[in-house]
């Protein structure tokens, strides 16, 4: 009877742990009440120039972020400096980004610029975009030896066509088999005939 008792109370141990572990969990309530809490930081400098996909593709990876380090729910809510917990958790994720994006490649090459300059197709979806960044952000940190060089070369490049143009070139062709061609007119002379 005894070890009957001892079965019955252990499988109910089991039974309630295993509940209050699950409760305990991130579900997609939690996930969606922690991504409401990071619309606060929007008016932060570099997430105000995001669109509403980006920040939710960047809200996400917060999210994750935090899931990952707190996989019981109950703890990461318990936290006694919670809001400061999720700022380090906003700025760490700002500065992943950054890095893998130097220099803020969109902001300084905006889709709807490239487009017009034929650099890149119109319609590209959010994740066709952030793939052509990354490339482009990869293609300048391997080419340039120095932040200095890659601005250098930005405020050189008024009027002539330069190595960044070349990578924006390269990564739509690598990556949307987008080729550009550059019509150069020369220009002998102004007089006319």
């Known amino acids: 009877m005894k070890k009957i008792l001892l079965s019955i109370v252990s499988v109910a141990t089991i039974a309630t742990i295993m509940g209050c ?3 305990r969990r991130w579900g997609d309530k939690e996930r969606r009440e922690l991504r409401q809490e990071l619309r606060a930081y929007r008016d ?3 997430l105000d120039n995001l669109e509403d996909m980006e ?3 960047f809200s996400g990876d917060v999210v994750e972020a935090i899931e990952i380090d707190y996989p019981i729910y109950t703890t990461f809510v318990e936290l006694p400096g919670k809001g400061d917990t999720v700022e380090v958790y906003v700025v760490s994720t700002i500065v992943e980004e950054l ?3 130097p220099h803020n490649m969109r902001n300084i090459y905006p889709y709807p610029m490239l487009v017009e300059q034929g650099i890149l197709p119109a319609g ?3 994740q066709a ?3 052509f960044y990354d490339c482009l952000a990869y293609r300048v940190k391997q080419y340039y030896p120095s932040t200095l060089a890659f601005f250098e ?3 050189d490049s008024a ?3 330069t190595a960044i143009t070349n990578m924006q070139m390269a990564c739509a062709a690598d990556l949307f088999d987008w080729g550009v061609e550059v019509d150069e007119t020369v220009i002998i002379s102004n007089t006319p005939e």
Do not use: C, G, K, W
């Open 44 to 46: 932060m400098a570099y």
């Open 21 to 23: 572990s699950a409760e």
């Open 55 to 57: 920040f939710e593709t």
């Open 129 to 131: 975009q952030r793939a």
């Open 153 to 155: 070369d930005i405020v």
């Open 159 to 161: 009027t002539t066509p």
């Open 99 to 101: 890095n893998a994006n």
């Open 124 to 126: 590209l979806n959010h």
